[in-house]
């Protein structure tokens, strides 16, 4: 999901996370728990009150979250991770690559679908907002996902042709590839999953065959 569903630094192929990359990554994700941590307890907490309960300075907690409206939604979005997870195992357990990714990509589109309007508020969020940092602080769980749906193919794939692979698929999961299809195409919700579905498959056997490996 965003924008779709995720905390953690993207790193460029053939690039290793920085120690900096890493502690921001760590620092975001610590304020998220923290701001769910409360929510949970029936509180609204403001930027500042997870800044002080996670003991991180208010300065760089509105670095991350400039507003309480953001804070909020981002944590609600954190909330869905596990059912997130679930899919992802659920779809190693039973499926073959191809398989894996369809199911994959379709159970979290629908997933999208169904916190949409939360999805396009943090989408609209995450382009407003911009750090000093040129690396993304979002979007590395999505890649997680795909990788973890590739699992039992990427050593039939040369290095580069599999992290391109993984690029072109990262188009297929979030609310970004919903707003296209949507809002460019007239698709309803159905429609729109299933060509998600169609195009990561399509693009993993082009892969496949690019390589000789289908």
């Known amino acids: 999901m965003t924008a779709l569903l995720y905390t953690r630094a993207v790193t460029p192929a053939g690039q290793e996370e920085t120690g900096r990359v890493?502690?921001?990554?760590?620092?975001?994700?610590?304020?998220?728990?923290?701001?769910?941590?409360?929510?949970?307890?029936?509180?609204?907490?403001?930027?500042t009150a997870v800044a002080d309960a996670a003991e991180v300075s208010r300065r760089t907690a509105y670095r991350y979250f400039p507003s309480q409206e953001q804070l909020l939604a981002d944590a609600s979005l954190e909330r869905l991770r596990p059912r997130v997870e679930e899919i992802v195992?659920?779809?190693?357990?039973?499926?073959?690559?191809?398989?894996?990714?369809?199911?994959?990509?379709?159970?979290?589109?629908?997933?999208?679908i169904e916190h949409e309007e939360l999805l396009r508020t943090l989408l609209r969020y995450s382009m407003d907002t911009k750090l000093a940092d040129e690396r993304p602080i979002r979007g590395r769980r999505r890649v997680d996902w795909?990788?973890?749906?590739?699992?039992?193919?990427?050593?039939?794939?040369?290095?580069?042709?599999?992290?391109?692979?993984?690029s072109a698929l990262s188009l297929c999961i979030g609310i970004e590839s919903l707003v296209i299809l949507k809002d460019i195409r007239g698709l309803n919700a159905t429609q729109s999953i299933q060509v998600c579905r169609w195009t990561a498959r399509a693009l993993l056997e082009a892969a496949l065959r690019q390589s000789g490996s289908l």
């Open 22 to 47: 890493r502690q921001k990554r760590r620092t975001r994700n610590l304020l998220l728990q923290t701001a769910t941590t409360l929510i949970a307890r029936g509180e609204v907490p403001t930027v």
């Open 89 to 112: 195992q659920s779809a190693q357990k039973q499926f073959d690559a191809a398989n894996a990714l369809e199911y994959t990509v379709g159970q979290i589109q629908q997933l999208a």
């Open 146 to 166: 795909i990788e973890s749906a590739l699992s039992t193919v990427k050593k039939r794939l040369r290095k580069q042709d599999y992290q391109r692979l993984v």
